[in-house]
């Protein structure tokens, strides 16, 4: 047992999926796994293990933001020996080409978080997701006809901003989308020598002010986890 989660030497699988929603964990443990079993609860932060076509894998709530899925990805690394975290939540588009429900595979992850500043002394780093886990969600993706995009995304500390044109400067170098987590997902998984691989919905354009529902990001995103979810026990 841990600070952040209370579930027992044993209990977490070595592969772990991480929504930042608790519900869509929820949804996940209910729909996609086999015999699963919750094994935290604090703070409403849900986390369950169960099998996915015969072999254990976790999920498991990661709140919003740097310094939440900070928390929690560092005591699944450190106290529960996770092996292959891969995180699933939603994103905002800055890319006309870019639409609602379309599929993101985070390769790389920029950030105007301080985190990395503190951690690094003031150098940069690049955090970026494990080749291994990249390569078998593209082929997942690809052979299940589905077109993911892959590229580089934003990992922002703020998701109201006092320069609402400020994701321009990154569309303008390239990057998809907007999220919250990847940067930190990725910095520790190089930190603790572990794999990790950020797949993305995108759930809102800040281009055309499109937007999907609560509900929906809770419980129609299905082919992140999918493409997940056989990435994570492959």
């Known amino acids: 047992m841990s600070i952040h ?46 099998t996915y076509k015969g072999k254990r894998v976790s999920v498991q709530g990661t709140g919003m933001g740097i310094p939440s899925v900070s928390i929690y ?27 609602i429900r379309d599929l993101v595979i985070a390769v790389s992850a920029c950030t105007d978080s301080g985190a990395n500043n503190i951690r ?5 780093y690049a955090p970026t997701a494990s080749f291994n886990l990249l390569k078998t969600a593209w082929d997942t993706a690809v052979s299940k006809g589905w077109q993911p995009r892959a590229g580089s995304v934003v990992s922002s500390d703020m998701f109201y901003t006092e320069d609402p044109d400020e994701w321009k400067l990154w569309a303008k170098f390239g990057c998809l989308a907007l999220e919250m987590e990847c940067a930190e997902l990725y910095t520790l998984a190089a930190k603790y020598g572990r794999e990790a691989l950020g797949l993305l919905t995108i ?7 499109e937007q999907t529902t609560a509900g929906e990001r809770q419980s129609t995103f299905t082919q992140m986890i999918e493409v997940a979810l056989e990435t994570a026990v492959s």
């Open 5 to 50: 989660i209370a579930a027992k030497t044993g209990e977490i699988a070595g592969a772990i999926l991480l929504p930042g929603d608790p519900l869509r964990a929820k949804f996940i443990a209910e729909n996609f796994l086999q015999d699963a079993v919750q094994y935290t609860a604090v703070r409403n932060i849900l986390g369950f293990t169960g």
């Open 203 to 209: 759930s809102d354009s800040l281009i055309t002010q």
């Open 73 to 99: 990805v560092n005591e699944l690394f450190r106290d529960y020996g996770v092996q292959r975290a891969i995180r699933i939540g939603t994103a905002g588009s800055i890319r006309e080409d870019l639409r």
């Open 120 to 124: 690094f002394g003031g150098r940069n």
